[in-house]
């Protein structure tokens, strides 16, 4: 079919909606300032939360962390333009502005950094952001941290709700390391040939792991394989969370009319190593660094917000110290919580009533 590469001429402006809607039809309704606005605050409250966690990390007091600075456009344009309450998100291990937008509380996250009682994905007993939950009819999976397993798994259950007959768009998050694993080939090609509604949402930080992408494809964009599978592709500024949501929001639309699925790329960067476990000293070269936080994400959407006069320096300084106070807030109730009592370890890990139930 047809590949579509979307960026924004100015860092932070979007102005290929349009285009993107023409292409592949309707796009989503236009984000209003206000919209815009709390995009802001999700994007602000989860890089406060990010760097504790990773603070925190390096105090020696939470488990391992994958940051998301440098994505958190890219996750919160993608959920503005879906539907928390009817849609379905396989998410991956680098997705906490992803969680937060789809509500689930700092203190939550917390919870499952320090592995205390309450976490609500697998309580307390996977990596952080792994497990499952449906809070409010909202489905957020992950299974495992081996990267691409996600994608057959969302592929399957998109398959189901079409045999069921259920108006709902399947959401596989990844990035470009996954892409080149054999699962993506497997779950794309599936899904396009049943036409399921399904969005591949990869997020493009150019680095597997260690790997560069130079040495993972011979290919500059991961969206032009999309065409291979004969369904759209489209490469967007991953910085710029109003393009991010016209891409999104067209994919959905295209989902939901029966149209099948859509590769979307948010080409973004890695702002921090892979993991808290990480060295990228090792591999990753000191100019590779130089200019990327120019990009940031923040900065940028609220230069937009300002522009506009939505945004001021005293409604900013609520913002920022509002989300300082709930990460504070979410810090101490997490450290304070229990650990899971031993006796619950197999807890939702046998079915009632098999050979290793222990209840």
Not at 152 to 181: I, W
């Amino acid at each position: 079919m047809f590949s579509e590469q979307s960026s924004s001429a100015t860092p932070g402006l979007s102005d290929n909606g349009s285009a993107v809607s023409d292409k592949y039809g309707a796009g989503p309704p236009p984000l209003t300032d206000t919209d815009l606005l709390e995009m802001y605050r999700t994007m602000v409250l989860s890089r406060k939360l990010d760097q504790r966690i990773w603070q925190m990390n390096r105090q020696g007091r939470a488990a391992i962390v994958a940051s998301a600075q440098g994505h958190e456009a890219a996750q919160v344009g993608a959920i503005r333009a879906l539907d928390p309450e009817r849609d379905r998100f396989y998410i991956y291990y680098r997705e906490l502005t992803t969680m937060l937008a789809l509500g689930v509380t700092p203190l939550e996250l917390l919870l499952g950094f320090l592995a205390k009682e309450g976490e609500p994905l697998s309580g307390a007993r996977q990596f952080p952001l792994h497990g499952a939950i449906d809070r409010d009819r909202r489905d957020i999976v992950s299974f495992s941290n081996v990267v691409a397993t996600q994608l057959p798994q969302a592929v399957g259950v998109a398959l189901a709700d079409k045999m069921r007959g259920e108006k709902r768009v399947t959401v596989a998050y990844f990035g470009d390391g996954a892409s080149s694993m054999g699962e993506t080939h497997e779950a794309m090609n599936f899904a396009s040939i049943h036409r399921l509604p399904v969005i591949f949402f990869c997020e493009n930080n150019k680095y597997a792991i260690s790997v560069p992408i130079s040495q993972q494809m011979n290919i500059e964009s991961i969206a032009t394989r999309a065409s291979a599978y004969g369904m759209p592709g489209i490469e967007v500024n991953g910085f710029d969370p109003v393009a991010v949501y016209e891409a999104v929001g067209a994919a959905a639309n295209l989902a939901l009319s029966g149209q099948g699925p859509t590769l979307v790329e948010a080409v973004v960067e890695r702002f921090l190593p892979h993991t808290s476990d990480d060295d990228d000293t090792r591999y990753r070269p000191p100019e590779d660094l130089e200019g990327i936080r120019d990009l940031d994400p923040i900065p940028a959407t609220e230069k937009i917000l300002r522009a506009s006069g939505t945004l001021d320096d005293a409604l900013d300084e609520e913002i920022k110290s509002l989300a300082q106070k709930i990460v504070n807030q979410a810090t101490e109730d997490a450290e304070n919580a229990p650990f899971p009592e031993p006796q619950d370890f197999y807890e939702q890990v046998y079915a009632p009533g098999s050979p290793g139930d222990q209840s």
